[in-house]
C-alpha cells in the first residue's frame, strides 16, 4: 500500500497524531519496566530460603533486666522445648530468617582485606541447627559437639578464634569461584581464618542488607548462644501441629523461667515469610494493575482517535469507495496508519524506557533492563493497536459508496 497519503493525511492532523504517538510512547516505556520489576519481585518472591519453613516455629524471650545464669537456663529451655509432644528438633540461633534482626560481617579467602569480597549474614548455631532448619548439606560435613563454643566464652578478651565454619554454596562460588571451598580458610577482617567444613545448598540472610545479589550468602558459626541473645527454633513432627506446638512452647518457656517476657513475635515461620513477602506481592499486583490501566487507556485513545477520523472522512472514504476501493483496501489503510504512529510512538518509548531504567539504576540499584523486554513492548503495543483500530476501521469499510457520498 502506497503510504503516502496516510503521511499526507496524519500532517493535516498533526495535534492528534501526536497525542497518540506521546500515549504509545509513555505507555511502552512504563510497561517496559513495570513488567522487568514485576518479573523482578516474582523471582524474590520464588527465591528458597534452604529452610523447611513448613515446619519451623520461632520463639523468642528475653529476661527483665540483667539475665543470671543464661546459659543453665538456656540449656533447661531447650530440654523442656524437645520434651514438647510433636517437636521433632530444637535449635537456638542468634537470627532467622524474616526475622527483625540482622548479623552481618564482611568475608574474603585472605586474610587483611581492605574491602571484603563479600558481606554475609553471621548464623550462630550447634550441632542442631542445619537439621532444624532442614538444610541441605551439599559437601562437607556438620559440627561436631566439641568444636561448639558458648557465646559467653567467645566474647571473653582472649578468646580462642573460631576453628571451622559451614558456609552457603552462593557465598562459596562467591569466595572460591571455580574452586573446592572445603578445607580453605574464610577471613573476616583481621581475624584469624575459619576452616571451611561443610557448604550448604541454601539459607538466605534475614534481609536484604546487601542487595538481592548476595542475599544467599551466608555463614554459620560454632557458637551456642543464650535465650537472651537469640531464637527458638522449633521443627515440628507434623506441620498441621504448629500452633499447637508454638502455644505449648510458650507455656514450657513461661514456666521454666517466669521473671521473662515472651517476645510478639513469635510465630509459625511460614507466617512470617507471609508479612516479610507481602511488600513484594503488593508491588506485584501494583504494577500490574498500573500496566492494565495505562493498556486500557491506551487502547480507547486510539479507538476513539479513530472513530473521530473514521466520522471525519466519511466523504474521503465515500470518494475511494465510489472509484474502486474495496473494504478490505479501506480497513488496510486505517489499519496502516495506526502501525505508523504506534511504531513511532514505540522508537520513543524505546528511548525514554531506557532512560528510565537509568534512573532506577542509579537511586535504586536496580539491574539493567533486559533488551528482551523492548521487543516484547513492541509486539504488544502493536498488537494492541490492531485490536483497538479495528472497530473503526472496520465501520469505515462497510459504509456504502453511495450513502457516503450523500453524507458529504
Known amino acids: 500500500m502506497d503510504i503516502r497519503p496516510i503521511l499526507t493525511t496524519l500532517r493535516r492532523h498533526k495535534t492528534a497524531a501526536a497525542l497518540i504517538v506521546f500515549e504509545v510512547a509513555l505507555t511502552c516505556a512504563i510497561i517496559c519496566n513495570a513488567l522487568f520489576l514485576i518479573q523482578n519481585r516474582i523471582a524474590r518472591l520464588q527465591r528458597p530460603s534452604g529452610m523447611v519453613e513448613n515446619e519451623l516455629v520461632a520463639v523468642r524471650i528475653s529476661n527483665i533486666g540483667r539475665a543470671q545464669e543464661a546459659d543453665a537456663l538456656t540449656q533447661t529451655d531447650l530440654a523442656a522445648l524437645r520434651a514438647v509432644p510433636g517437636v521433632r528438633s530444637v535449635a537456638l540461633s542468634n537470627q532467622v530468617r524474616y526475622g527483625d534482626s540482622a548479623w552481618n560481617s564482611g568475608f574474603g579467602p585472605k586474610p587483611n582485606q581492605q574491602v571484603p569480597s563479600a558481606s554475609a549474614g553471621v548464623y550462630y548455631g550447634d550441632t542442631q541447627l542445619v537439621g532444624t532448619l532442614g538444610l541441605k548439606l551439599l559437601a562437607g560435613r556438620n559440627f561436631r559437639e566439641d568444636e561448639i563454643v558458648p557465646l559467653s566464652q567467645r566474647l571473653k578478651p582472649g578468646a580462642p578464634p573460631i576453628p571451622v565454619t559451614i558456609i552457603t554454596r552462593a557465598l562459596a562460588d562467591k ?196 533488551a528482551l523486554y523492548l521487543p516484547l513492548g513492541a509486539l504488544s503495543l502493536w498488537l494492541l493497536g490492531q485490536l483497538a483500530v479495528y472497530g473503526p476501521a472496520r465501520r469505515a469499510a462497510l459504509v456504502p459508496p453511495a450513502l457516503a457520498t450523500r453524507a458529504a
Open 175 to 370: 569466595l572460591f569461584p571455580g574452586q573446592d571451598p572445603l578445607g580453605r580458610p574464610i577471613y573476616s577482617g583481621d581475624e584469624d581464618g575459619a576452616r571451611v567444613i561443610g557448604v550448604v545448598e541454601h539459607l538466605m540472610r534475614p534481609n536484604e542488607f546487601d542487595g538481592p545479589a548476595s542475599a544467599d550468602y551466608s555463614v554459620i558459626v560454632p557458637t551456642r548462644t543464650d535465650y537472651d541473645n537469640g531464637v527458638y527454633l522449633l521443627r515440628v513432627t507434623d506441620p498441621s501441629r504448629r500452633e499447637e506446638v508454638l502455644k505449648a512452647a510458650s507455656q514450657a518457656l513461661t514456666r521454666n523461667g517466669p521473671q521473662r517476657i515472651l517476645s510478639k513475635s513469635n510465630d509459625t515461620v511460614e507466617n512470617m515469610a507471609e508479612a516479610f513477602n507481602r511488600t513484594d506481592r503488593a508491588m506485584v499486583w501494583l504494577l500490574g494493575s498500573v500496566c492494565a490501566a495505562l493498556l486500557i487507556v491506551t487502547a480507547l485513545g486510539i479507538v476513539g482517535l479513530a472513530s473521530f477520523w473514521v466520522q471525519q472522512r466519511t466523504k474521503q472514504i465515500g470518494v475511494r469507495r465510489a472509484l474502486g476501493a474495496t473494504r478490505g483496501q479501506i480497513l488496510r489503510y486505517f489499519q496502516t496508519e495506526n502501525f505508523l504512529l504506534t511504531s513511532i510512538g514505540i522508537v520513543l518509548g524505546m528511548v525514554l524506557a531506557f532512560a528510565i531504567n537509568l534512573l532506577l539504576m542509579k537511586y535504586y540499584e536496580l539491574p539493567r533492563l533486559p
